[in-house]
Each structure stands twice: as structure tokens, then as C-alpha cells.
């Protein structure tokens, strides 16, 4: 105990607790109180485990209008709120386990922020693997399984503090994530489930009848203890100074202000089209393209044309998510190299040359 201070020094033991099954506002508001009582040196490295009642979260950066059906949302009782993370909307009810660990920056190995997310990615994938099922680290920051999504992470630097956070989808209902969502209603059709079910699982759909709740806990913090070597106690409950930032958090998070910080008009996230006949057929593009910021939003290619490996266009859909217009180009032309694309007569440039038709 650091006796001139009242702050204790940072804590090689960590302590791992389940907050249980709480609403949006209170999930996030309890991020941002450990993330405040581990900043000022009250709190010891945490790993939580945490459940939400059904909701729809936003990145930090994002619009609600803009990335969800807020009519919907009302209509069936949805929660709708803004994590301290980046990143895209993401769907949680019941059923989805999440998890992060909140700590001093020095706790873990050096370097930027790829690496970090890459590191933990790794534990966590190793611990899913106890499962019985063959977890991977794909980047930036996601855990596959066989080329399918399981787990989404993100994480921010907050001073000298990270709050990194991830999901287990334990089971997944596509209908209605796409409901959710905003997608265009023609598209809300079996080819946007059968399409969304080539790029993300569940474990009920990779294992049958999922693991219980505590195993999967237990998986998980047994691949973080054989990555980084921690030394992990349960508590029963957060440092007494986490919650001493609770109330005054919970309090922002619920604030009118808070959920329009990064509010637009849903007209400045149109839906476009556009198609290109070339020599190895005719390729369409459909986007949700941000006017105000030039990014690419969603973009879903499709056409009469022969490419593979047979997941190279959702990779190349995932890559140019959120992308900048000024950084199609140089994405498209990375996916062919790296993925090693055999497209029969598509090049690059058709793919960008269609995307960029499709905003104009």
C-alpha cells in the first residue's frame, strides 16, 4: 500500500467477477466506473464477465439513426445505447456472454494497439479452444472459427488505463440482429440471412447444446492465465471504488447527451446501388454510404461472376467496412494480393471502379 497516497500499486493478481444480467445503461456504466477507479490507482487489474438484457450498442463514433431501426427498436423494447469502444453496432440479448479486462497499460507486453488487440485476441481464442472447437485469431480484431466470426472485440487507451472488451456468441438469432440492424427492408430476405451466416457462428451452432454459462467462463480465463501467466480470483463482487463511480456514471450514460454525441440524420447514410458489366461478368455493389464522413458503411457485392476462394468477397466486404473512399483503392488491391484471388477476368479496379459509381 502506497500510505501517502491511499493508492495501492498495481496488483499482479486479478480480480474476476460476473456482474450478472443488467440493462444496457448499467453494463456500460460499470465499464466506465472500474475504468475510472482502475485510473486513479484505487482498483487492481479487473476481469469481468458481463450479461445484457436485450439491446442494440453502438461504437462510440456512431449514429443511431444512422446504424439502427430505432422504430423497431421501440417497437419491441430493444435498449439502445453508445459504448466507450469503437467499432460497429453490435446486437446483445441474454443468450451472448461478454467479457474484458480493464487494467494499467504496463500489465501487459509493449507495444501499440494492434498488438494488444492481437495478444488478447490469442488468449481468448486459446481458451475458447478448450471448448473442443479450433478458435483463431483473424485481424484486426476478431476470433474466428473456420472462417466464421465468434467473437468480436475492441478495446481504448484511456490515459494509462485499457478497457478491452469481447463477445461469445453462444447463439445467435440472424432474422432478427438483421431487424435490428439497419438494412434496407429488401433486403431483409433468406439471401441476408444465408449471407450473414457465412461470415459469423454461434457455439450452438458449431458444438449442438452450448456449454453451460460457467464453463465457457472457465475456458476462457484458463487461455488468458496460459497466454500472459495471471494470476485470476473470483470476487464476488467489483472493488467498493468502482462503485464509487457508479452512480455519477450511470447518470451519463442515461442522458439525452450521451446518446446523440454522435447524432447525424439518418439521410446522411443512403442506400446506393450501382452495376458494372465487365469480363468476368457483372458485378453489383449496394452500399450504406456515409455522406458526411466519405466512408463506406456496408457494402455488399453480388453478381453473375466465379470468384475464390469461396470467402474471399465477405473478406473483402469486411475489410472495406467503415473504409474511407480514399482508402477503397488501396484495400481492394491488398485483398487480391494477400487473399490470392482467382476472380475469372474481375480485376481490382472493377471492384473499385463499381463501388465508386455506387456513391456517386
Not at 258 to 266: E, F, N, S, T
Request: proline share 4%; glycine share 8%.
Amino acid at each position: 500500500m502506497d500510505t501517502d497516497s491511499g493508492k495501492i500499486q498495481v496488483q499482479k493478481i486479478w480480480t474476476v467477477v460476473d456482474t450478472g444480467l443488467r440493462p444496457a445503461d448499467e453494463n456500460i456504466a460499470l465499464d466506465q466506473a472500474i475504468l475510472s477507479a482502475v485510473e486513479e490507482g484505487l482498483s487492481g487489474p479487473v476481469f469481468r464477465f458481463l450479461h445484457f438484457e436485450e439491446c442494440a450498442l453502438l461504437g462510440y463514433h456512431q449514429s443511431a439513426a444512422q446504424e439502427l431501426d430505432l422504430d423497431y427498436c421501440r417497437e419491441h423494447g430493444i435498449e439502445v445505447q453508445r459504448r466507450l469502444t469503437g467499432g460497429g453496432a453490435i446486437i446483445f440479448d441474454p443468450s451472448h456472454l461478454g467479457w474484458e479486462i480493464v487494467c494499467p497499460r504496463d500489465v501487459l507486453p509493449a507495444g501499440d494497439m494492434a498488438l494488444l488487440s492481437k495478444e488478447i485476441c490469442e488468449a481468448a481464442a486459446r481458451g475458447l479452444s478448450v471448448l473442443g472447437i479450433r478458435a483463431e485469431f483473424r485481424p484486426r480484431n476478431d476470433i474466428e472459427v473456420d472462417g466464421r466470426k465468434l467473437s468480436g472485440t475492441g478495446g481504448i487507451l484511456d490515459g494509462k488505463t485499457l478497457l478491452f472488451q469481447g463477445t461469445v456468441l453462444v447463439d445467435l438469432d440472424i432474422p432478427r440482429m438483421l431487424r435490428v440492424l439497419r438494412v434496407p427492408a429488401e433486403k431483409l430476405d433468406a439471401h441476408a440471412v444465408a449471407s450473414v451466416a457465412e461470415r459469423v457462428t454461434s457455439l450452438r451452432r458449431l458444438v449442438g447444446e452450448p456449454p453451460a454459462r460457467q464453463e465457457i467462463q472457465g475456458a476462457l480465463l484458463q487461455g488468458f492465465r496460459e497466454h500472459f501467466g495471471w494470476r485470476m480470483e473470483w470476487s464476488s463482487t467489483l472493488p467498493d471504488a468502482a462503485w464509487n463511480y457508479f452512480g455519477q456514471s450511470l447518470e451519463t450514460v442515461r442522458s439525452a447527451e450521451w446518446l446523440a454525441v454522435q447524432d447525424r440524420p439518418r439521410e446522411e447514410l443512403p442506400y446506393r446501388q450501382a452495376a458494372l458489366r465487365a469480363p468476368g461478368g457483372t458485378l453489383r455493389a449496394e452500399v450504406l454510404w456515409d455522406t458526411f464522413g466519405k466512408r463506406v458503411k456496408q457494402v455488399h457485392f453480388s453478381g453473375d461472376c466465379f470468384i475464390q476462394p469461396r470467402r474471399a468477397v465477405a473478406d473483402l466486404e469486411a475489410a472495406l467496412r467503415n473504409a474511407h473512399i480514399q482508402e477503397v483503392d488501396g484495400l481492394v488491391q491488398a485483398w487480391f494480393e494477400r487473399g490470392k484471388i482467382d476472380a475469372f477476368g474481375l480485376e481490382p479496379g472493377h471492384f473499385v471502379q463499381v463501388l465508386q459509381q455506387a456513391v456517386a
